[in-house]
């Protein structure tokens, strides 16, 4: 298969990235990993003039823990997050989504701000980063703005981001006190599968590990976009966290999620699991907040 | 307009001119002759272009040349040293791991880079680590094997 042709750039700094981006407008696309990119590129679903990679932006790469938050840079890579310490141990259920995406092969090249930026409603990375409330760091020539996560994605493929604006750094509040969250998905194989249903769960305690303070919960691949229950959520608060409840929370979710009939599954079996997932990911959540003190 | 670039392919150094177009499986195998490196989808599915690239195992369909600029490759020619093959080659061959030999430069290289990081992984360990590498032959078994067998 033969990719069309380009013009290739290879800037070193956000900076240089941005004004490209700015020079070309619509006619440049920023490449990172490329495993969405030239994928389409190959298939001819997407021929940009101009490509801007941005594969030798040490900044793009950086990880920094600090105040209470994570600070993750957009080019940095899937297998990097999966196999990252930091992450397991403060935001785990990003970790969890990061080993469930693609393959060994994919997870090298791919990086989380692709993950993010190609807005993909399956996407394995999307749901964890809702449930944690991330921000995104957007860069442009202009200047930069912060974006909750929960306010980026716009449809498939479609994000609040401007055609000259980069997704530079993704920054994660790390929760404190008797906080815990789960990631799970479910698709045809284990590797290099489109998901069917995937949900995250987050819970906080109150300062007695007892009854739930906050609540949240994210649902992928049964909307154009990867959406939050507020059903599932309103359910939680205030309640003391038992089966039954996450039982009442996870039919809840399946009522705020529009899936789609294909050949992945109908659209009751992806409901269906919905509440399945969301059951499990609560009670992961549940698990790992009562393991904090 | 091709573009000058320099890589280390197998510890020698080359440099090449590249169309930006060019993914580096093309590169390895049209430009450098290296066709061990096996070319199947060229969508990032199957796993038959893997190589390491900085010690990382990656679709090298899904890689232009350009980007490979600087950076260090190893494909399945570089595995066998004078000393004879390479431990997990060898075991390949052994543990009748190899049919029509189409998956297995992919394979052996997935193997590597697990080997590298880990070098007694368990069998779980082995089969997420060979999870993007597709084999329509030998039903997996006898990979995982010989991986085994190379790890002992």
Known sequence: MILPKFEYHEPTSIGEACDLLAHHGGKARPLAGGTDLLVNMKKKALCPERLISLGRIPELAQVERSNGTLRIGAGVTVSAIASSATVARSVSALGQGARALGTPLIRNLATIGGNIGSAR????????????????????AAGERRLAINEFFKGPGLTAAREDELIAAIVIPVPSGYAGAGYLNLGVRKAQDCNIVNVASFLELDERAESIRAARVALGSVGPTPLRSPSAEKTLVGQKPTE?????????????????LDFRGSAQYRRDMVGVLTRRTLAMALTEARSRN | ?????????????????????TTLVDLLRYQLGLTGTKKGCDLGDCGACTVLMDGKAVNSCLVLAVQAGGRTVQTI????????????QQAFIEKGAIQCGFCSSGMILSAKELLDGTPHPDEPEIRRAISGNLCRCTGYQKIIEAIKEAAR
């Open chain 1, 244 to 260: 039954a409840l996450f039982e009442q929370a996870a039919d809840a979710a399946t009522r705020d999620c529009t899936p789609i």
């Open chain 2, 1 to 21: 307009m091709k573009q000058l670039i320099r890589l280390t392919v197998n510890e020698r150094e080359y440099e090449v001119a590249v169309e930006a177009n």
């Open chain 1, 121 to 140: 409603p399956a996407a394995d990375l999307p749901p964890a980063l809702l449930v944690y409330e991330a921000a995104l760091v957007l860069r442009s």
């Open chain 2, 77 to 88: 020619e570089g595995l066998e040293t004078a000393g004879g093959l390479h431990p997990l």
